[in-house]
């Protein structure tokens, strides 16, 4: 543009109107293709399995890198060279901060430990968290956190399919975990009141979820005409409801430094949804199950 303007002599002639093509293009891109969903079939599936390999690998001493390693591993050997982002190993507190990448620390016993990770696969992305624990079994607190979180996102699944909405969704899951929050003793108060003034934010601080597809968070619009935009068939999108109470967190000692986050990637369907990534075990027996080999 610069060069067409810089040389008028020339006639050259810069054109007078710019057309941004980007929402075009990102339309496009939310709606993917059946070659595309069996491409994100196939990462979804090589990043359960490195996700079942690290929790197959958690121990007591072991590095947070180390499981870092297990899994870029896993994805390297079959056919994915990339992580799609930073990978996430958080135990004990290290999983209350939300990005954590240093994944320098010893995982102890008795600690949770948090693995948000994916890989990328022919430029598409897979994106799933697991926590776990590290010695193999969840204590009573842990189990009560983490059903809670399970239980939530349960909730936001049933909004997942054409008309739903990912505001309707992430209500849903607010409001499991609110009454949650009130049977652990956490939250006090009616639950209207807590609901309106979003009390569960002080320990969930994120967005239930995201577009996925040629990048981790996808491009594509979430309002239309300024609604929330209604699910199509054809969409990807993951669901991550989470609790975190940081160890300086105003909650009851046993639940202080346990941080807990669950997603999994979601195909919408003409009548629901495909979870492409089912195949990472998400059940405390499931978890408990495969820690125990």
Not at 16 to 38: C, G, N, T, W, Y
Not at 192 to 202: F, G, H, I, P, V
Not at 260 to 289: H, M, S, W, Y
Request: charged share 25%; net charge negative.
């Amino acid at each position: 543009m610069s060069t067409l303007r810089g040389a008028p002599k020339k006639g050259f002639r810069a054109p007078e109107i710019i057309k941004d093509i980007r929402p075009l293009v990102h339309e496009m891109r939310l709606f993917k293709s059946d070659a595309e969903i069996a491409v994100m079939r196939k990462a979804a599936k090589i990043s359960c399995e490195a996700h079942k390999r690290a929790m197959g690998f958690a121990k007591a001493g072991a590095t947070e890198y180390q499981l870092e390693a297990e899994l870029h591993h896993h994805y390297a050997m079959n056919g994915a060279r990339h992580p799609a982002y930073g990978t996430i190993v958080g135990s004990g507190n290290n999983a209350n901060i939300l990005h954590y990448t240093e994944n320098n620390d010893v995982l102890k016993s008795g600690d949770l430990v948090l693995i948000d990770s994916g890989c990328e696969l022919e430029g598409y992305a897979a994106d799933i968290t697991r926590t776990f624990p590290v010695s193999g079994r969840f204590s009573d607190a842990q189990k009560q956190v983490y059903e809670l979180v399970l239980k939530a996102q349960q909730a936001a699944f049933e909004h997942v399919k054409p008309g739903g909405t990912l505001v309707k969704a992430n209500q849903a899951a607010m409001k499991v975990m609110t009454q949650g929050l009130i049977q652990l003793g956490i939250l006090a108060g009616d639950i209207d009141t807590l609901m309106e003034n979003q009390a569960c934010k002080a320990f969930y601080m994120h967005g239930l979820g995201h577009w996925l597809g040629l990048d981790v968070h996808d491009v594509g619009e979430y309002k239309l005409d300024e609604a929330d935009r209604p699910f199509e068939s054809g969409m990807v999108l993951t669901i991550e409801p989470g609790l975190y109470f940081d160890e300086d967190a105003e909650v009851p000692d046993k639940y202080k430094g346990i941080g807990i986050r669950i997603e999994d990637d979601l195909l919408v369907t003409e009548d629901g949804f495909e979870n492409l990534t089912a195949d990472a075990p998400k059940t405390i027996t499931e978890i408990e199950a495969l820690m125990q080999h």
